[in-house]
């Protein structure tokens, strides 16, 4: 069976440590850090990468002895570069930027972003040029594995310079300021220290900027939301492959030839999955049987054909919209991996030249691209999913199945003409959709000038990837309700009949949510099988694998 890796597989049960050098951080890595749960996986700093950052600490002291003036370190911030002071303020006007930078607002982040966000931070200062001290830096991440989660505001960022807001939240707590989540509750940030045996940092000079002056909050919402969207994907081809059954449809429109034709890696890919699933079905049909079982012209000049000889585009072109999807997950994976492995402040120090280089690597202009594609995309398949469902829950498209799959009673049952099955799942699933299309409009189309018209062009990649996360989040919801409408209609059509996989997916949603013989809340229902999906036990269970 194609695709057989449960992104739980590892969260849970993997705790080797991670040893950052700057370079090799993987999507798979943030996301085995930031969902490790009870069993944090113990993180390191490369030695070779010390030896860097030692080097670029060294040539900022001996500049900032030499009273150049160096951004951010012995000047202002921002429009205020102008404004030089002298080195033994330094340090002072490093915990200054963090303290007046703590004005988010909106709801706090989860702790799966911070955790990628302190993880994401830590690599990106260990390549070497941003002139923080290890120490620091190995501090940051003893918050981390002792699950100490500052509470960050969602809204603030403008995606360039960086994440300031977000990451602000982040240097306070190291630095003993604000409030953290920490063992089940939210307390101060200093205590939380205490009792986690990590001493409160004092910044040195540039320190508060490397820490805050980075896209690591926006990438974490990146990455969360790439890794989440592979199982979207997967969910999709189950589900198209399920609607084909429910529906009685045709497997001919996954046959390799079609998509051989066009050789979009994605779609070729969902064709091949869906085809693989549909396998040992007596549910659906093909274009040959169709064809056999229709009567000759025999002369006549027309006639009415018995059954469709191709299905409505939500299933015969499903491989087309989830490729997409895959195809840019693709090119997204390789976009984040580049920046989350990279020297996103400034300034950054050139040790081997010894010179100080002022630039604009906070931008978050990748992220924010690719984030917004990456929400028309998934949104594209909860419009396709919703589609879907619209054709199998109404009499009049689903060849035969009851209206809103409600169970059949005789006329004279005192419950018939009582309940509506999945009427209201349908309402519930189409204003969702519309939310999840409504949520990708271009966040990155919005650049606002501020800050005296220095930050005159930014990226608003944060918004982007919040925004990623969030058109994830609705369709996965989408594809629960689906999958609950497709196990319903499976079972009236007679399990035994479906494929293998199908009837594999159908006992795992029977396990969460039983058969709908009467009208009953269906929300619970909806959070289990969402998180069937996000869990990747749905994927695994498509493909014969057992299920945590």
């Known amino acids: 069976m194609t695709e057989t890796v449960s992104p739980e597989s590892f969260v849970d049960s993997d705790v080797?440590?991670?040893?950052?050098?700057?370079?090799?951080?993987?999507i798979e890595d943030v996301v085995r850090v930031a969902r490790?749960?009870?069993?944090?996986?113990?993180?390191?700093?490369?030695p070779v990468a010390v030896s860097g950052m030692d080097a670029s600490v060294r040539l900022k002291q001996k500049l900032i002895d030499q009273e150049i003036p160096i951004y951010g370190v012995t000047t202002g911030f921002g429009d205020?570069?102008?404004?030089?002071?002298?080195?033994d303020k330094a340090p002072e006007l490093q915990r200054n930027l963090v303290l007046y930078h703590l004005n988010g607002v909106g709801p706090i982040a989860s702790a799966d972003v911070v955790r990628a966000t302190m993880l994401i931070r830590?690599?990106?200062?260990?390549?070497?040029?941003?002139?923080?001290?290890?120490h620091t830096v190995r501090s940051l991440l003893g918050l981390l594995s002792a699950d100490v989660v500052p509470a960050i505001p969602e809204r603030g960022s403008l995606g360039a310079s960086g994440d300031l807001v977000p990451l602000c939240y982040v240097a306070a707590a190291l630095i003993g300021e604000g409030e953290v989540r920490h063992r089940g509750r939210t307390r101060p940030a200093l205590d939380a220290l205490a009792e986690a045996g990590v001493a409160p940092v004092e910044l040195a000079a540039k320190e508060g900027l490397a820490l805050v002056n980075g896209t690591a909050f926006t990438s974490a919402f990146a990455t969360l939301a790439l890794w989440d969207a592979r199982e979207i994907a997967f969910a999709a081809d189950v589900a198209t492959a399920m609607t084909c059954e429910a529906l009685g449809g045709s497997a001919s429109h996954f046959h390799p030839f079609l998509h051989r034709a066009k050789p979009h890696p994605g779609q070729r890919t969902s064709a091949a999955l869906i085809r693989e699933l549909l396998d040992g079905s007596a549910l659906t049909t093909d274009y040959r049987q169709i064809v056999s079982e229709e009567e000759a012209l025999d002369g006549r000049g027309f006639t009415e054909l018995r059954a469709r000889i191709q299905d409505k585009y939500s299933v015969r072109c499903a491989p087309h919209v989830t490729g997409m999807l895959r195809d840019t997950l693709e090119w997204a994976d390789r976009w984040i991996e580049i920046e989350i492995n990279s020297s996103t402040d400034n300034p950054l120090f050139d040790e081997e030249n010894e010179e100080v280089h002022n630039g604009g690597n906070f931008y978050a202009g990748h992220v924010g691209q690719a984030m917004d594609s990456l929400k028309i995309a998934v949104a594209n398949v909860a419009d396709l999913l919703d589609r879907q469902l619209a054709l199998v829950v109404d009499e009049k498209f689903n060849g035969g199945l009851p209206p809103n799959l409600v169970r059949p009673r005789e006329a004279a049952d005192h419950d018939a003409g009582l309940h509506h099955g999945f009427k209201g799942m349908q309402i519930a699933a189409s204003a969702v959709t519309a939310e999840a299309l409504k949520t990708t409009s271009a966040a990155t189309a919005f650049s606002r000038s501020t800050e005296a018209h220095n930050q005159d062009k930014v990226s608003m990649g944060t918004i982007a990837a919040r925004d990623a996360r969030t058109v994830v989040e609705l369709t996965r919801d989408v594809a629960a309700i689906h999958l609950l409408a497709l196990a319903q209609a499976i079972e009236l059509r007679g399990v035994r009949l479906a494929s293998t996989a199908s009837r594999r997916v159908h006992e795992l949603i029977r396990a969460q949510a039983p058969f709908v013989d009467r009208?009953?809340?269906?929300?619970?229902?909806?959070?289990?099988?969402?998180?069937?999906?996000?869990?990747?036990?749905?994927?695994?269970?498509?493909?014969?694998?057992?299920?945590?």
């Open 16 to 26: 080797a440590g991670l040893v950052l050098d700057g370079d090799s951080l993987t």
């Open 36 to 46: 490790a749960g009870e069993l944090p996986v113990p993180v390191d700093i490369d």
């Open 80 to 87: 205020s570069c102008i404004r030089q002071i002298s080195p």
């Open 122 to 134: 830590a690599n990106c200062l260990v390549r070497g040029p941003s002139a923080i001290r290890p």
């Open 519 to 548: 009208d009953r809340r269906m929300d619970g229902d909806i959070r289990r099988v969402a998180e069937l999906i996000r869990s990747g036990a749905l994927r695994a269970v498509a493909a014969g694998q057992p299920s945590e």
